[in-house]
């Protein structure tokens, strides 16, 4: 197990070169460390907290100068550990990165393990679990709705809420065991003959945010889209149109693609990633039957498929068996090439397919495909109907926990309106409690802390 006696050191920024990168040292040698490397252009005496000085990092062994550099010392507890913390603003380049964590290495500090830091702030007291969680997402966010959620979370939103729910529990439970000593008649007549109702609205306000999840997963992991139909009917080529950049290879060959392609794009702040496929047909050789094999694993795995028929040509057997291998998927039916004349009509395909609406599009000119962006994004997101909640909930982890909170908190309230024991009642709150607490990470597992911090990148 990780202590938080010794100091720790890592690159913060991005391999690679930059303007600047920095490499950050937390614990309780920090300034010790500064004093060891830290020459200040102005002879300024102690260092001052959270003040930005000019200098070089000299090598204490050899004399030499490492880096010219901007140092900050930041002292406990006002740094994002909560520990004594230096920031070293360093040249941008790897090289000088790394000659610079070792000098930090060789007077005292250790390597940091991934998430380290942001572990220390959850020690610390700096932030609670689901803060740390939401430092991840929010680095990892991939459209501005998504970063938008997790910095919610990051600022405490999700668990003041929590918070607020914990203290309406704490309160039901102090009534419920100052009960304990009364005899069933004081129960029913006095102030408890109400708590059943109060277990009762949280188990509402938690299940209100509950239905969030839906919709945070969206924002969060985004839409996994599959474009599948017979070969030439387009698919490249809309794949291309929605992500406005050439790449895929379209040619009017039948059989062009035989990998699949996959890219993400935003649609309403939903990171959706399509996926362009292999043409389905029966007179496949050999690496398109290999590429068609992929289409149908990919189409298993999707969350909704937009299945292409060329409207330039009659309906084939091919087409059919592409719409009747997706009856279950969410889908867009969509038909491509409607700049040139239709040889389909609507009535054909709700004969094939009742209750579906096709959508015209062309991907080579560019008609309908806004009208396809917003199809997706309404069936995405069930009509749009989502609230704009400022919380949401996007982890599954904290998602389980709720769950299993409502549960114990359904038991309590059974157990209340039964008129059993108080005790009984009084178990299930505190078991609903330790499940809240999860979240925050005031009774989680080491393991299950190594699972979420050995997530994040060296130097967070
Ligand atoms: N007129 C017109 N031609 C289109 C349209 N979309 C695609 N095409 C043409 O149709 C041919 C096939 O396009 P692709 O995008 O390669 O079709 P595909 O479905 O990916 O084909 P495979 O990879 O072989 O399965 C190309 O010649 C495209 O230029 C459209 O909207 N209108
Ligand atoms: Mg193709």
């Keep these: 197990m990780l202590t938080k006696d010794d100091t720790i050191a890592a690159i913060a920024t991005p391999h690679g070169?930059?303007?600047?990168?920095?490499?950050?040292?937390?614990?309780?040698?920090?300034?010790?460390?500064?004093?060891?490397?830290?020459?200040?252009?102005?002879?300024?005496?102690?260092?001052?907290?959270?003040?930005?000085?000019?200098?070089?990092?000299?090598?204490?062994?050899?004399?030499?100068?490492?880096?010219?550099?901007?140092?900050?010392?930041?002292?406990?507890?006002?740094?994002y550990t909560g520990e004594d913390t230096l920031e070293i603003n360093c040249h941008g380049g790897h090289l000088i990165l790394q000659a610079v964590l070792n000098e930090t290495i060789k007077v005292g500090a250790r390597p940091a393990e991934p998430g380290e830091f942001t572990r220390r702030a959850y020690l610390n007291n700096r932030l609670d679990l689901s803060q740390a969680e939401a430092v991840a997402d929010l680095i990892t966010a991939k459209t501005d709705r998504s970063r938008a959620l997790a910095l919610s979370s990051l600022k405490g939103k999700l668990s003041e809420k929590l918070q607020s729910i914990r203290s309406s529990l704490i309160e039901i439970l102090t009534s419920l065991e100052s009960s304990i000593d009364f005899t069933e008649e004081d129960i029913s007549t006095g102030p408890h003959s109400n708590l059943s109702r109060d277990v009762e609205d949280v188990i509402i306000r938690i299940n209100g945010i509950l239905s969030t999840y839906k919709e945070g997963k969206l924002f969060r992991d985004g839409l996994n889209v599959v474009i599948t139909g017979?070969?030439?009917?387009?698919?490249?080529?809309?794949?291309?149109?929605?992500l406005g950049e050439r790449r895929a290879i379209v040619t009017s060959i039948p059989g062009t693609t035989r990998d699949f392609i996959e890219e993400t794009i935003n649609i309403r702040g939903?990171?959706?990633?399509?996926?362009?496929?292999?043409?389905?047909?029966?007179?496949?050789?050999?690496?398109?039957?290999e590429g068609i094999k992929f289409v149908w694993e990919k189409v298993l795995a999707a969350d909704m498929v937009v299945i292409l028929i060329d409207g330039n040509a009659p309906l084939t057997d091919e087409d059919i068996e592409v719409i009747n291998r997706n009856r279950e998927k969410r889908?867009?039916?969509?038909?491509?090439?409607?700049?040139?004349?239709?040889?389909?009509?609507?009535?054909?395909?709700?004969?094939?397919?009742?209750?579906?609406?096709?959508?015209?599009?062309?991907?080579?000119?560019?008609?309908?495909?806004?009208?396809?962006?917003?199809?997706?994004?309404?069936?995405?997101?069930?009509?749009g109907e989502y609230m704009e909640s400022d919380i949401v909930l996007t982890n599954l982890r904290h998602k389980i926990s709720l769950e299993k909170t409502v549960e114990s908190l359904v038991a309590a309230r059974e157990n209340i309106s039964r008129e059993s024991s108080p005790e009984l009642a009084a178990f299930d709150l505190r078991d609903a409690l330790d499940h809240l607490g999860d979240i925050a990470g005031e009774t989680t597992t080491e393991d299950v802390l190594s699972g979420i911090f050995s997530n994040f990148c060296v130097g967070k």
């Design 230 to 242: 017979k070969p030439n009917v387009g698919k490249s080529s809309l794949l291309n149109r929605l």
């Design 270 to 289: 939903i990171p959706v990633k399509l996926t362009d496929t292999a043409g389905i047909r029966k007179s496949a050789e050999a690496i398109e039957k």
């Design 17 to 79: 070169v930059g303007g600047i990168g920095i490499v950050r040292v937390s614990g309780p040698d920090a300034e010790k460390i500064c004093q060891t490397l830290f020459r200040p252009t102005a002879n300024t005496g102690p260092l001052r907290n959270h003040y930005l000085y000019h200098g070089d990092i000299i090598s204490p062994e050899t004399g030499d100068m490492i880096d010219e550099v901007l140092l900050t010392l930041m002292r406990a507890p006002h740094s």
């Design 331 to 383: 889908m867009v039916l969509t038909i491509n090439k409607s700049d040139l004349p239709r040889k389909i009509t609507d009535t054909e395909l709700s004969d094939i397919i009742p209750g579906v609406e096709p959508l015209w599009i062309s991907a080579k000119y560019g008609g309908g495909i806004s009208e396809l962006k917003e199809k997706i994004w309404s069936l995405a997101s069930d009509g």
